[in-house]
Each structure stands twice: as C-alpha cells, then as structure tokens.
C-alpha cells in the first residue's frame, strides 16, 4: 500500500490551480432530489467528518473499485484500496482531496457519494451564501499539490457532474448543496489518471446537523384526476394529424 502524504492547512491560495491545468467544465443534475429537516451543522467539515462516504473509481481497462472513506485521526479521512488511494485532511474548502492510481490502467473517473456520511457537497453561488446554515461553497477545481508533493497536471478536459440536489425542510432547493460528485477523466490527453499519478483536487463538503439526515424526495406523480384529461388530449391531436393528412391528400 502507498500511503498519500498528509495534506497541510494550505488555505485556498496555496492550492491554487496549476497554469496549465485542464479544462474543467462543471454541470449539475437536479432530477434526483434530497430532502435534510435539520439542515446544515458546520460549513467547516473535514476529511474525517466524511467518514462512510461511498467512492467508485473506474479505469480504462473496464475493472472499478468501490470502498468507504475511513476516518483517520480527527481531521483526515481516506481509501486506502488495491486499486486507488483518495485522501483528505482538513476543511475541504481550503484543502485538497489527494487522487492515486495504484493501478496498471488509466483510471477514468471517480464517483464520490456523501450520503451515507451525512453530508453534501457545497458549490459556489455566486460569491454569496446559498442555503442558509452553508456559508460560502467551492465548487470543484483542480489544485497543484498537496502541500508536500506536487501532483499530475492533467490536460485537457475534466468533466465534473454534480447530482442528488439537496434543500432544507420548508424550502425550495437553492441549487448549491448535492449528494454526489462525478468526476470524468476520460476526456483528458491521456484518457484519463495514468497508472502511478497523483491527482488533486478541491471540493467544498458541508455536515448535516442530525446523522442520517437525509431523505430522497420522490417525484410528485400526476393527479389521478388529470389522468383521463391527459389520455383525451393525446387522443384528440392524434386525430387531428389523421385529419390533416387526410386533407393534404
């Protein structure tokens, strides 16, 4: 096992982005939505307070790997696996997740669930606080190192998805808390984390205020009563074509 060097307080401009990092486009899915009673404990969570959090990394030979973070002291959280090593220690704001592949192929992405830890991801809303209890977020950006050792500069294009979107009992989503995080790395110059790299990366996390604090909102079905309504309407502009193109011939 290689073990990933403990990661300093930087604060955000020490873990600055490398001059020619790759192009990192961000997206967000809301289809798929949570609901937390208790909201937001602390904006100020650490790598620890992600222990029980879900990651699968993927690699380009088809294999994948899927392990829980454990916590490691009272700031550090870590996956310590055959085939990939992630470690983050201090506020996830300012301090970058450490990315390994310590296997024979490229790995090409990394799935990251907070769920089971009780937390979320936190993105960046223009500048200013998005849900309340949340503070400033930092949307996914990729850092240089670590503080003890630099990491692979990738380049070109790193896709990171968002999905799971998180709102506050009695109010509507704001947009800048979800679950998971998706990071594809198949569209950089080398399709992905050579075998042997190191990859960092920052990612805001906030803790809920309640452990398993967390419940998906199930989509809001059509009223029974509309039901026939619909099934009319669809008929009557079925006839409507048949109708024109009777006419057109």
């Keep these: 096992m290689r073990i990933l060097p403990a990661l300093s307080a930087l604060g955000a401009a020490a873990a600055a982005l490398p001059a020619d990092a790759a192009t990192l486009n ?15 404990a602390s904006y100020t969570s650490n790598g620890a307070s ?4 879900t990651v699968t990394a993927t690699f380009a030979d088809g294999s994948s790997e899927s392990a829980a973070i454990t916590a490691y002291g009272r700031n550090t959280g870590a996956i310590y696996g055959t085939l990939f090593e992630l470690v983050e220690t201090g506020t996830s704001y300012s301090n970058p997740f450490a990315l ?22 936190d993105l960046d809303y223009g500048g200013e606080i998005g849900t309340e209890g949340s503070n400033l977020g930092r949307t996914a950006v990729e850092a240089s190192s670590s ?17 799971g979107l998180v709102n506050v009992a009695g109010s509507d989503p704001v947009g800048d808390l979800y679950t998971s995080l998706l990071i594809d790395l198949s569209g950089t110059t080398d399709g992905g984390l050579a075998s042997g790299s190191d990859w960092y990366f920052i990612a805001d996390t906030d803790q809920l205020a309640t452990e398993g604090d967390l419940a998906p909102v199930a989509p809001v079905p059509l009223p029974a009563g509309l039901l026939p309504l619909a099934a009319a309407l669809s008929g009557l502009a079925l006839l409507h074509r048949r109708k024109a193109r009777g006419t057109a011939l």
């Excluded at 289809?31 to 937001?40: A, K, L, N, P």
């Excluded at 992600?50 to 959090?53: I, K, P, Q, R, T």
């Excluded at 390994?100 to 991801?121: C, G, K, M, R, T």
């Design 26 to 40: 961000v997206a967000t899915d809301g289809s798929s939505r949570y609901v937390t009673e208790d909201g937001i």
């Design 50 to 53: 992600l222990a029980g959090a």
């Design 147 to 163: 503080g003890s050792e630099d990491g692979t500069s990738l380049t070109g294009v790193v896709e990171a998805t968002y999905s």
């Design 100 to 121: 390994y592949n310590a296997s024979d192929s490229a790995l090409v992405s990394l799935a990251i669930d907070l769920a089971p830890a009780s937390s979320v991801f």
